[in-house]
């Protein structure tokens, strides 16, 4: 069935450092992909999405690029900040069935 | 603008009783989705409505859970003869449909004693 891997925190970085999450899916048909964030005391937020196949999504630094040929959508960004410490959640829909398919979340401590 | 708002925000109540968690979305969002989220877990879809019907209720666990949106807006999520099992954070979304983000509220924090 449809499921999302993604890669096991917790992940503590420094400051300014470079960040990648991984996220592998299972679906059927032509998923979405998405990156969701829910940060201290505050619920799910949408970080990024992409439609199709090489589609990249941005957003606040951070990107993803939409691999069919590896079934991958990996987030990262290039030099966090203390502020991006949060819980980052991969997604995946179906085209025609808007349920959303959850990973575990990456909990990610950004230190100064 | 207003964002999805769910009450109560905690709901603590006894293994066996009967529990009603209410989602307001978005003015305007045709789609309204429930997920729950069980400690150290993503979200886990549960059902969602488009306009008034339900039009996946697949995630729903058993049949001691039922969800209703009769006006095509606020959504009652009910759980009836509650175990400790469904102890969880109970998330609503919303959205315009098609592939159009979903929104999510604060969740609903459900303890069964």
């Known amino acids: 069935g449809d499921s999302v891997t993604q890669m096991e925190g917790p992940v503590t970085l420094s400051e300014e450092a470079f960040l990648t999450i991984n996220c592998t899916y299972t679906?059927?048909?032509?998923?979405?992909l998405f990156w969701y964030v829910q940060y201290p005391g505050e619920g799910l937020q949408l970080l990024l999405k992409?439609?199709?196949?090489?589609d990249k999504g941005s957003n606040k630094g951070f990107e993803a690029t939409y691999r069919k040929e590896t079934t991958s959508f990996h987030l990262e960004k290039g030099s966090v900040q203390v502020s991006d410490s949060a819980v980052y959640f991969c997604?995946?829909?179906?085209?025609?069935?808007?349920?959303?398919?959850f990973g575990t979340g990456t909990r990610l401590t950004i230190i100064p | 603008g207003a964002g999805v708002s769910q009450t109560p925000s905690n709901k603590v109540t006894e293994k066996g009783k009967y529990v009603e968690l209410r989602c307001d979305p978005i003015?305007?969002?045709?789609?309204l989705y429930w997920y729950r989220q069980s400690l150290g877990q993503g979200p886990e879809f549960l059902i969602y409505?488009?306009?008034?019907?339900?039009?996946?209720d697949s995630g729903l666990p058993n049949d001691r859970f039922f969800a209703v949106r009769p006006e095509g807006s606020v959504s009652t999520l009910k759980i009836q003869r509650t175990e400790r099992g469904d102890s969880a954070v109970y998330l609503c979304?919303?959205?315009?449909?098609?592939?159009?983000?979903?929104?999510f509220g604060d969740g609903t924090r459900l303890s069964i004693l």
């Open positions: 979304a919303s959205s315009l449909g098609g592939d159009q983000p979903q929104h």
């Open positions: 679906a059927t048909g032509y998923p979405s």
């Open positions: 997604a995946h829909n179906n085209f025609g069935n808007e349920k959303l398919t």
């Open positions: 003015s305007g969002h045709t789609a």
């Open positions: 992409a439609t199709k196949a090489d």
């Open positions: 409505f488009q306009g008034t019907g339900a039009a996946d």
